[in-house]
């Protein structure tokens, strides 16, 4: 089936240091890839998208490219803030069931923590 | 349009008692969506709605499990005779149309089962 692999966290990291946090999956066909940020007390929030290969997602500063030949999307930001403080979570949404649900697989999510 | 609500947002209860969460998705939105999360780990999908139609259920939903969505509108979880091993975060989401676009989730539901 379906996974997503995440590296370990927690991450940290000081502010203005550039981040990475790498993501690879497992998926039969094309999915779409997600990555999601959970701040402490909340829900998820979506926070970039790529639905094809070489596909790049970007939002905040954030980026990640959608790397077939390598299935990876790995999370990056060139230079972080305390406020991006939180859970990143890679997500993929692969398998089309007759349902058409495109329900999420994720990665068991980064802490990542950024100090003054 | 204040995204998409849950309620409550902690619940505490004793082992064998049965629980109800209410989720209010985002109103032009008809699929809906149950994850569970537990400490450490991922969301897990548990079920999935397009309008009042239950489409897909997760085996992770055991028979002790059980969704509504009446009316394609809020949505409701019960968990009958709970067990602490169902102490987790369940999180609701919708989307819209048929497009993958990512889902909005709402803030989640806390259950400790004591």
Redesign the interface.
Do not use: D
């Given at each position: 089936g379906d996974s997503?692999t995440q590296m370990e966290g927690p991450v940290t990291l000081s502010e203005e240091a550039f981040l990475t946090i790498n993501c690879t999956y497992t998926a039969t066909g094309y999915p779409?890839l997600?990555w999601?940020v959970q701040y402490p007390?909340?829900?998820?929030?979506?926070l970039l998208?790529a639905?094809k290969a070489d596909d790049k997602g970007s939002n905040k500063g954030f980026e990640a490219t959608y790397r077939k030949e390598t299935t990876s999307f790995h999370l990056e930001k060139g230079s972080v803030q305390v406020s991006d403080s939180a859970v990143y979570?890679c997500?993929l949404?692969g398998q089309y069931?007759g349902?058409?649900?495109?329900?999420?697989?994720?990665?068991?999510?980064t802490k990542l923590s950024v100090i003054p | 349009d204040t995204g998409?609500s849950?309620d409550p947002r902690h619940k505490i209860t004793k082992r064998g008692q049965n629980v109800t969460f209410r989720c209010d998705p985002i109103s032009e939105h008809n699929?809906l969506?149950w994850?569970r999360q537990t400490l450490?780990?991922?969301?897990?999908?548990l079920t999935?709605f397009?309008n009042e139609a239950q489409?897909?259920k997760s085996r992770l939903l055991s028979d002790r499990f059980s969704a509504e969505r009446p009316k394609g509108s809020f949505s409701t979880l019960e968990i009958q005779r709970t067990e602490q091993g169902d102490s987790a975060m369940y999180?609701c989401?919708s989307?819209p149309g048929?497009a993958?676009?990512?889902?909005?989730?709402?803030?989640?539901t806390r259950l400790t089962v004591v």
């Open positions: 997503v779409s997600f999601y007390g909340e829900g998820l929030q979506l998208k639905t979570f997500a949404s069931s349902a058409g649900s495109y329900q999420l697989t994720f990665g068991k999510g | 998409v849950q699929r969506y994850y450490g780990q991922g969301p897990e999908f999935y397009q489409l897909e999180l989401a989307s048929r993958n676009y990512g889902y909005t989730f709402g803030s989640g």
